[in-house]
């Protein structure tokens, strides 16, 4: 018995307003001898909806963008030129503040075992957030603090190794004087 496939989704969840932003939504990678499947269905809560919305479906190498208010904005940025899908991610162009809300990418895998077929169905809830100026993350702020706390260190060391080799230097100097003499 084969128990293959799984989804792993990392996707970010803070776009700013006239930029692109991806939602990722990537399956566990298929194991060789096991050949499968697999198709894409996204779909869309607004902000304030209670239902979802188709948003785009991507199958059999075919892309299709099934909602208005993303007519034109959307790019599969997904696995290309196979039919066993393995990431499922979409690129949203030109992000606008009403494109806050929930995604749900749903991700069908059949793996077509010798005799028989195992679906294998994953989803994942995405909430997107939309600004209209980029957050730093905290990380970016202490690799910041630290890269100036560490530049400063080490030049505080060299300060302290060009004074130790001066002294010695002097002292060196001295001794010799004293001998020649």
Same mark, same amino acid.
């Given at each position: 018995?084969?128990?293959?496939?799984?989804?792993?989704?990392?996707?970010?969840?803070?776009?700013?307003?006239?930029?692109?932003? /991806?939602?990722?939504?990537?399956?566990?990678?298929?194991?060789?001898?096991?050949?499968?499947?697999?198709?894409?269905?996204?779909?869309?809560?607004?902000?304030?909806?209670?239902?979802?919305?188709?948003?785009?479906?991507?199958?059999?190498?075919?892309?299709?963008?099934?909602?208005?208010?993303?007519?034109?904005?959307?790019?599969?940025?997904?696995?290309?030129?196979?039919?066993?899908?393995?990431?499922?991610?979409?690129?949203?162009?030109?992000?606008?503040?009403?494109?806050?809300?929930?995604? &749900?990418?749903?991700?069908?895998?059949?793996? &077509? +075992?010798?005799?028989?077929?195992?679906?294998?169905?994953?989803? /994942?809830?995405?909430? &997107?957030? #939309?600004?209209?100026?980029?957050?730093?993350?905290?990380?970016?702020?202490?690799?910041?603090?630290?890269?100036?706390?560490?530049? #400063?260190?080490?030049?505080?060391? +060299?300060?302290?190794?060009?004074?130790?080799?001066?002294? /010695?230097?002097?002292?060196?100097?001295?001794?010799?004087? /004293?001998?020649?003499?």
């Amino acid at each position: 018995q084969c128990w293959g496939g799984c989804v792993e989704v990392d996707s970010m969840t803070e776009a700013v307003v006239g930029q692109g932003f /991806k939602l990722g939504c990537i399956s566990c990678k298929r194991r060789g001898e096991v050949p499968a499947e697999a198709h894409v269905q996204w779909s869309y809560q607004a902000k304030g909806e209670t239902e979802f919305t188709e948003l785009y479906h991507y199958e059999n190498m075919m892309p299709y963008n099934m909602h208005d208010q993303f007519k034109d904005r959307l790019a599969w940025n997904g696995s290309k030129n196979t039919v066993d899908l393995q990431d499922g991610s979409l690129y949203i162009l030109n992000v606008s503040l009403n494109d806050s809300g929930v995604y &749900l990418c749903q991700f069908y895998r059949t793996l &077509l +075992m010798s005799n028989h077929k195992y679906n294998v169905n994953a989803s /994942k809830l995405i909430e &997107l957030t #939309v600004v209209e100026d980029a957050n730093r993350e905290l990380t970016s702020i202490i690799s910041e603090i630290m890269m100036y706390v560490t530049i #400063v260190g080490l030049q505080l060391w +060299m300060i302290v190794i060009l004074i130790y080799c001066y002294k /010695k230097i002097t002292s060196a100097g001295e001794e010799a004087t /004293k001998d020649g003499e």
